[in-house]
Protein backbone atom coordinates (compact mmCIF):
# COMPACT_ATOMS: atom_id res chain seq x y z
CA UNK A 1 0.00 0.00 0.00
CA UNK A 2 1.42 3.34 -0.75
CA UNK A 3 1.49 6.03 2.08
CA UNK A 4 -1.39 7.99 0.92
CA UNK A 5 -3.57 4.87 0.73
CA UNK A 6 -2.41 3.77 4.50
CA UNK A 7 -3.68 7.25 5.74
CA UNK A 8 -7.06 6.86 3.81
CA UNK A 9 -7.74 3.54 4.77
CA UNK A 10 -7.04 4.32 8.52
CA UNK A 11 -8.92 7.38 8.59
CA UNK A 12 -11.62 4.89 7.09
CA UNK A 13 -10.90 2.80 10.05
CA UNK A 14 -11.31 4.69 12.27
CA UNK A 15 -15.00 6.26 11.73
CA UNK A 16 -15.57 2.63 12.41
CA UNK A 17 -14.06 3.03 15.34
CA UNK A 18 -16.66 6.00 16.10
CA UNK A 19 -19.39 4.02 15.08
CA UNK A 20 -18.38 1.63 17.61
CA UNK A 21 -18.28 4.31 20.12
CA UNK A 22 -21.57 5.45 19.22
CA UNK A 23 -22.99 1.81 20.10
CA UNK A 24 -21.40 2.27 23.06
CA UNK A 25 -18.35 -0.25 22.32
CA UNK A 26 -14.94 0.15 22.85
CA UNK A 27 -14.00 2.63 19.99
CA UNK A 28 -11.56 -0.06 17.70
CA UNK A 29 -12.17 -0.43 14.11
CA UNK A 30 -10.29 -2.28 11.27
CA UNK A 31 -10.81 -2.83 7.72
CA UNK A 32 -9.64 -6.11 5.47
CA UNK A 33 -7.75 -4.64 2.39
CA UNK A 34 -7.77 -5.87 -1.19
CA UNK A 35 -4.37 -6.29 -2.82
CA UNK A 36 -4.56 -3.72 -4.64
CA UNK A 37 -5.00 -1.20 -1.53
CA UNK A 38 -8.27 0.44 -2.20
CA UNK A 39 -11.03 -1.77 -1.98
CA UNK A 40 -12.57 -2.84 1.09
CA UNK A 41 -13.88 -5.88 1.47
CA UNK A 42 -14.99 -5.93 4.86
CA UNK A 43 -14.89 -3.89 8.23
CA UNK A 44 -15.89 -4.57 11.52
CA UNK A 45 -16.23 -2.08 14.95
CA UNK A 46 -15.29 -3.73 18.50
CA UNK A 47 -18.05 -5.85 19.81
CA UNK A 48 -16.91 -6.41 23.37
CA UNK A 49 -14.07 -7.26 25.08
CA UNK A 50 -13.47 -11.17 23.31
CA UNK A 51 -14.46 -10.29 20.38
CA UNK A 52 -12.09 -7.31 19.24
CA UNK A 53 -13.02 -5.88 15.73
CA UNK A 54 -8.99 -7.53 14.39
CA UNK A 55 -10.00 -10.84 15.50
CA UNK A 56 -13.58 -10.89 14.72
CA UNK A 57 -12.39 -9.19 10.89
CA UNK A 58 -9.79 -12.08 10.52
CA UNK A 59 -12.18 -15.17 11.17
CA UNK A 60 -14.40 -13.38 8.39
CA UNK A 61 -11.85 -13.41 6.28
CA UNK A 62 -10.67 -17.12 6.77
CA UNK A 63 -14.09 -18.09 6.29
CA UNK A 64 -14.75 -16.18 3.05
CA UNK A 65 -11.48 -16.01 1.36
CA UNK A 66 -8.81 -18.57 0.19
CA UNK A 67 -5.21 -18.43 1.83
CA UNK A 68 -3.42 -18.00 -1.15
CA UNK A 69 -6.12 -14.20 -1.68
CA UNK A 70 -5.04 -13.23 1.87
CA UNK A 71 -1.77 -13.30 2.15
CA UNK A 72 -1.67 -9.89 -0.60
CA UNK A 73 -4.40 -8.53 1.43
CA UNK A 74 -4.01 -5.90 4.45
CA UNK A 75 -5.98 -5.64 7.66
CA UNK A 76 -6.03 -1.98 8.63
CA UNK A 77 -6.77 -1.42 12.33
CA UNK A 78 -7.06 1.79 14.67
CA UNK A 79 -4.18 0.70 17.03
CA UNK A 80 -1.65 -2.22 17.40
CA UNK A 81 -3.32 -5.62 17.29
CA UNK A 82 -3.22 -7.33 20.72
CA UNK A 83 -1.55 -10.67 21.32
CA UNK A 84 -5.34 -12.59 20.61
CA UNK A 85 -5.59 -10.44 17.70
CA UNK A 86 -2.59 -10.74 16.14
CA UNK A 87 -2.41 -14.91 16.96
CA UNK A 88 -5.93 -14.49 14.81
CA UNK A 89 -4.62 -12.60 11.91
CA UNK A 90 -1.67 -15.23 11.51
CA UNK A 91 -3.44 -18.35 11.57
CA UNK A 92 -5.75 -16.45 9.08
CA UNK A 93 -3.52 -15.73 6.80
CA UNK A 94 -3.39 -12.70 6.38
CA UNK A 95 -0.51 -11.29 4.89
CA UNK A 96 0.08 -7.19 6.06
CA UNK A 97 -1.49 -5.33 9.03
CA UNK A 98 -1.54 -1.94 9.15
CA UNK A 99 -2.14 0.57 12.50
CA UNK A 100 -2.15 3.46 13.53
CA UNK A 101 -1.42 3.26 16.98
CA UNK A 102 0.95 1.35 19.36
CA UNK A 103 -0.50 -0.58 22.46
CA UNK A 104 1.72 2.00 24.53
CA UNK A 105 -0.22 4.69 23.48
CA UNK A 106 -3.28 2.64 24.28
CA UNK A 107 -2.29 1.59 27.83
CA UNK A 108 -1.50 5.56 28.33
CA UNK A 109 -5.46 6.17 27.27
CA UNK A 110 -6.46 3.14 29.81
CA UNK A 111 -4.75 2.81 32.36
CA UNK A 112 -5.61 -0.67 34.20
CA UNK A 113 -9.51 -0.48 32.95
CA UNK A 114 -10.48 -3.70 33.96
CA UNK A 115 -12.46 -3.25 30.66
CA UNK A 116 -8.82 -3.59 28.15
CA UNK A 117 -6.43 -4.80 30.16
CA UNK A 118 -3.86 -4.48 27.68
CA UNK A 119 -1.07 -7.28 27.08
CA UNK A 120 2.75 -5.54 26.84
CA UNK A 121 3.06 -8.13 23.84
CA UNK A 122 3.84 -5.74 20.17
CA UNK A 123 2.35 -7.93 17.61
CA UNK A 124 5.40 -7.44 15.95
CA UNK A 125 6.79 -10.06 18.65
CA UNK A 126 3.91 -12.56 18.02
CA UNK A 127 3.77 -12.97 14.36
CA UNK A 128 8.35 -13.09 14.13
CA UNK A 129 7.49 -16.47 16.45
CA UNK A 130 5.60 -17.94 13.50
CA UNK A 131 6.52 -20.10 10.31
CA UNK A 132 5.41 -17.70 7.52
CA UNK A 133 5.87 -13.39 7.47
CA UNK A 134 3.40 -11.08 8.35
CA UNK A 135 4.49 -7.28 7.36
CA UNK A 136 3.37 -4.99 9.74
CA UNK A 137 3.60 -1.14 9.41
CA UNK A 138 2.97 1.07 12.11
CA UNK A 139 2.45 3.13 14.23
CA UNK A 140 1.81 5.64 11.61
CA UNK A 141 2.82 8.86 13.85
CA UNK A 142 1.14 11.64 11.40
CA UNK A 143 -2.40 9.78 12.19
CA UNK A 144 -1.58 8.67 16.19
CA UNK A 145 -3.64 11.71 17.20
CA UNK A 146 -6.73 11.04 15.03
CA UNK A 147 -6.65 7.42 15.87
CA UNK A 148 -6.68 8.46 19.68
CA UNK A 149 -9.43 11.40 19.35
CA UNK A 150 -12.36 8.48 19.66
CA UNK A 151 -10.99 6.93 23.44
CA UNK A 152 -10.43 10.65 24.40
CA UNK A 153 -13.08 10.33 27.46
CA UNK A 154 -14.48 7.08 26.54
CA UNK A 155 -12.22 4.73 29.11
CA UNK A 156 -12.96 7.57 32.03
CA UNK A 157 -16.61 7.44 31.41
CA UNK A 158 -16.69 3.96 31.84
CA UNK A 159 -17.73 2.34 35.01
CA UNK A 160 -15.10 -0.11 36.46
CA UNK A 161 -16.26 -2.83 39.01
CA UNK A 162 -13.14 -3.24 41.56
CA UNK A 163 -13.00 -6.93 42.48
Do not use: K
Not at 16 to 28: K, N, Y
Not at 32 to 58: C, F, K, M, R, Y
Not at 88 to 97: M, P
Amino acid sequence: MSPDQVERQLRRANQVARRAAAMGRHPFGALLVAPDGETVLAEQGNIDTVNHAESTLARHAAGTYPGAYLRNCTLVTTFEPCAMCAGTIYWAGIGRVVYGASEEALLALTGSHEENPTLSLPCREVFARGQRAVEVVGPVDALVGEMVGPHEGFWSSRQTVSG
